[in-house]
Structures are given as structure tokens and as C-alpha cells.
């Protein structure tokens, strides 16, 4: 009998706007344009209502943490007042029993030393979305006048860094674009000495397929652009940084669970407010088609125990159970869990699809478990040895 995971992860979106024009981004380029009509700052009344529902949901289902992560459009474009307010709102509407991590992804424009400062004061750790060195990054992450933003990112980044400020730097968020080298792309990250990294795909569909992406099963770009990076990575002695997607692979095919949404049958516990307070599902499904992420509930009116039983989302707790037939039966399910859900789309069929990056993950975690394998087998010689 299925029984809901409490939701965990709560991403807040504090304005719908942003002052960049990615020209792959989901939220503005993609199937669902309902920003055009959404609020454009969350009102201090929202902001106060999706606090009081988050204390609720942890203190009906007794949670020990919480994440809240202020989201966007760029979230900064709300301003520190906003954002003070809404965390300040959380930390007092938790049960004393439960911990709260805040957390916010930005384009880092707006960081100035002030707004660091007060981020800072209120224990929120910040992410930066990079996609390389100069040339990758403003190949898409432009203004809407053309001009690139990797520049401003960068001394944005240099500021998060500043020692005075521990914990405050969150990490980078990447896009691949497989134009740009995978060694290069990670190198020039890791330039920025971040605490933990992330690759995303981009972001497409079955109707929608991403760049260079199309059904032919023997062609695996994406994969083996990942597994370049990750054996850059993994080839190291000692650990330079995090990288999600890579840990997560590890642990997974090692028989572990992972983190993130992207790989493995965990149930998810990520719901999403927006900036009018309605309750959506993850917000990466505005990618694929018109009203895909809306539940239509809202924090005025409903709890996060009833989004819980709403379809959409129950179904995204099912585990294997969850997936469509061809991933039911697939030898990589335990790690892939079907790849992302956003990227399993298809008119007609809806989500029971595998990923449209199917070939590609296969391709990815077979080159991780062999690297893995291998590691394991070489230690295990070693100790014999011994």
C-alpha cells in the first residue's frame, strides 16, 4: 500500500522575472508561457502564508529537516527584503525539533557586497548558475541586448568566495552544451573553487528532443560527453570538489540512493510555490508543455499534505513501480530510475516514456559502474596483498 513521502525540498519562487535571456532556458523559451501573466514579486502575504504551510507540513509529519530554496526567475530581483522575510518566516513556523537549511540559485548579478552581507546574516548559501569559461558560458547565459554575463559571474563569485563570509558559497550549476569540451567546461568551474558543482542536460522531450539528441540508440553524445568529465573527476587523488550528478551515479551503483531528481527510483520531495502561491510540481515540467506543473492548489487554501495525494505528484513516489514499461524491465533501472521526469514526455503517452536520454544514461552509468567496478577490484587486490 502506497503510503506519501513528506515533502522535504520547498522552492520558493520569489520573483517570475530575470535580467539574463538564456536562450535555452525552460522557464521563458520553452512549452509553458504562463510567466508572461504570473506575479512578478511574491507578495509579503505569500511569502508569510508559504512559511506558516512549511512549519505545518514539518510539524505534521515530524520532519528533522527542511530545504527551502529561494528560486526565480532571478530571485535577487526581489530583493533582500523579501527574502529576509520569508526566511525569518520558516525558521519561526518549524517545530523546534526540525532544522532548516536555506538555500538560493542566482545568476549572481545582483550579489553585491551588501546583499552577501545580509544573505550571509541569514544563513542562506548560495548557488551560481556557470557554464564554463567566457566562450561557453555567453554562447546562451546572455542579456537580453546580446552581452555577455560571464564576467560580472565571475568577480560576483570572487565576492562569494571572500573568507569573511564562511558557508555562504553554495556552489555552480552547469549546462552542457555539447559544443564546449567536458574537461574544459569542469576546469574552468573548478577555477572557482566551489564546494560542490552540478551538470544539468538540457532541458527537451520526446516531441521536443534536445541539440544533437535524436532516436538513433548508437549515438551517445551527451553520455559520452559526461563520462569525459567524470573521469577527470573521479581520476584524481585527492578530491577537488563535489560533483552531484557523479556522487550520486557512485552511490547508486554501489547500491545507495542519490540526492537530486535526475537519477534513481527515489520518491520525490521537491514541490515548488510560486510567486501567487499556487503549489506546482517541479518547475523543469514548464518545459514541456502548457499547465504541466500545475496542481491547482495554493498555500491560501490548501496544505503540502494535500498536494501530497495529488496524482501528479503521488505517482512520482512510486519507485520502479512509477515507471513505464520499457524502464520496468531495463538492467539500469536501479540507477537510472527513468532519467528525469521532465525529459520522459511524449503527446499522447504523457510521462511513461523513458527518458529521451535514454541511450545516453545507459551510456554514462555503464561507464561509471566499470570504473567503479574496477576501483573496487584494485582495492580488494591490495588488501589481499597485504
Known sequence: MWRP????????????????????????????QSWRAASKAMSPEVADRTALRIGEHARARHLETVTVIVHGGEPMLAGVQLIRRLAEGVRRAVPSYTAVSLAMQTNGLLLDDASLDALHALGISVGVSLDGDETANDRH????????????????????????????????????????????VYE????????????????????????????DAAVTPYGDW?????????????????????????????????????????????????????????????????????????????????ALRHPSLAVRQLGVAGLGVTCRS????????????????????????????????????????????ASVAAAKSLRDQA
Open 188 to 215: 574552468a568551474l573548478l577555477a572557482h573553487a566551489p564546494p560542490t558543482m552540478d551538470f544539468l542536460l538540457p532541458h527537451g522531450s520526446w516531441d521536443e528532443p534536445p541539440p544533437s539528441r535524436d532516436a
Open 330 to 373: 531495463c538492467r539500469v533501472r536501479e540507477v537510472c530510475g527513468g532519467g528525469y521526469f521532465a525529459h520522459r514526455y511524449r503527446a499522447g503517452v504523457g510521462f511513461g516514456e523513458p527518458s529521451v536520454y535514454c541511450p545516453d544514461l545507459i551510456r554514462f552509468i555503464d561507464h561509471v559502474r566499470g570504473r567503479v567496478a
Open 226 to 306: 559526461l563520462a569525459a568529465a567524470f573521469d577527470r573527476w573521479y581520476d584524481v587523488e585527492e578530491s577537488e570538489t563535489s560533483v552531484r550528478l557523479f556522487r550520486d551515479t557512485v552511490a547508486l551503483v554501489l547500491g545507495g540512493s542519490g540526492t537530486s531528481e535526475q537519477l534513481g527510483p527515489g520518491p520525490a520531495t521537491v514541490v515548488v510555490v510560486d510567486t501567487d502561491g499556487m503549489i506546482e510540481q517541479v518547475d523543469t515540467l514548464k518545459s514541456v508543455y502548457d499547465g504541466a506543473a500545475a496542481t491547482g492548489m495554493s498555500v491560501t487554501s490548501h496544505s503540502f499534505d494535500d
Open 5 to 32: 513521502v513528506p515533502f522535504r525540498h520547498f522552492v520558493v519562487k520569489v520573483h517570475s522575472r530575470c535580467n539574463l535571456a538564456c536562450d535555452y532556458c525552460y522557464l521563458y523559451e520553452m512549452g509553458d
Open 141 to 184: 547565459r546572455r542579456r537580453a541586448d546580446g552581452r555577455g554575463s560571464h564576467a560580472d559571474v565571475a568577480a560576483a563569485i570572487a565576492r562569494l568566495r571572500d573568507p569573511s563570509r564562511p558557508g555562504l558559497y553554495g556552489g555552480l550549476l552547469c549546462t552542457i552544451d555539447l559544443a564546449n569540451d567536458p574537461v574544459e
